[in-house]
T-cell receptor, first 112, second 115 residues
């Protein structure tokens, strides 16, 4: 069956450390994978998109990798800050004309 | 304007009521989406409109009826809902559906409670 799984429901780290979130998928062949941030009671906000032929993408303190052999994406936040505390969602396309499948999310908490 | 707006922010309705959710974007996006999100769960796709035509319906019950009057507007008409339909309803838009430019812009959502 098709699955998209994020490594943990919650991740607690200390301010200044690097947060690493994992997204694994099975029985999908996505052309690209996306990461979103969601704050409580708000809509998700797009962060990064990485295509199947790209190994790594960076944006400021964010870095995402995409390994189509391992069927895994890693999302890193360096020099984390309390303001980074939120739920992070990975999402992949289902090759069905715009259908995005979301992982269940990882709730990141950065303590000062 | 890089914003998706949704009205109302909150809605309480009885099981016999008829109501509508509204969504608007002025980014020139040609794909628009409705999602349903329950607490502590990811968004679940309900409908996709591409160029104002319904392209994906995720087997959503007929008590939810989407409408795309023009390329900027998306409505979701609600009728005879059940208490389990209570959720955050999110609208999103993207430049095109099914392409690599598919980053989606989400609205703030409508918090729906069905009594």
């Amino acid at each position: 069956s098709q699955k998209i799984e994020q490594n943990s429901e919650a991740l607690n780290i200390q301010e200044g450390k690097t947060a690493t979130l994992t997204c694994n998928y099975t029985n999908y062949s996505p052309a690209y994978l996306q990461w979103y941030r969601q704050d409580p009671g708000r809509g998700p906000v797009f962060l990064l998109l990485i295509r199947e032929n790209e190994k790594e993408k960076r944006k400021e303190r964010l870095k995402v990798t995409f390994d189509t052999t391992l069927k895994q994406s890693l999302f890193h936040i360096t020099a984390s800050q309390p303001a980074d505390s939120a739920t992070y969602l990975c999402a992949l396309d289902d090759n069905q004309g715009g259908k995005l499948i979301f992982g269940q999310g990882t709730e990141l908490s950065v303590k000062p | 304007d890089t914003e998706v707006t949704q009205t109302p922010k909150h809605l309480v309705m009885g099981m016999t009521n008829k109501k509508s959710l509204k969504c608007e974007q002025h980014m020139g996006h040609r794909a628009m989406y409705w999602y349903k999100q329950k607490a502590k769960k990811p968004p679940e796709l309900m409908f996709v409109y591409s160029y104002e035509k319904l392209s994906i319906n995720e087997s959503v019950p007929s008590r939810f009826s989407p409408e795309c009057p023009n390329s900027s507007l998306l409505n979701l008409h609600l009728h005879a809902l059940q208490p389990e339909d209570s959720a955050l309803y999110l609208c999103a838009s993207s430049q095109l559906a099914g392409s690599s430019y598919n980053e989606q812009f989400f609205g703030p959502g409508t918090r729906l409670t069905v009594l």
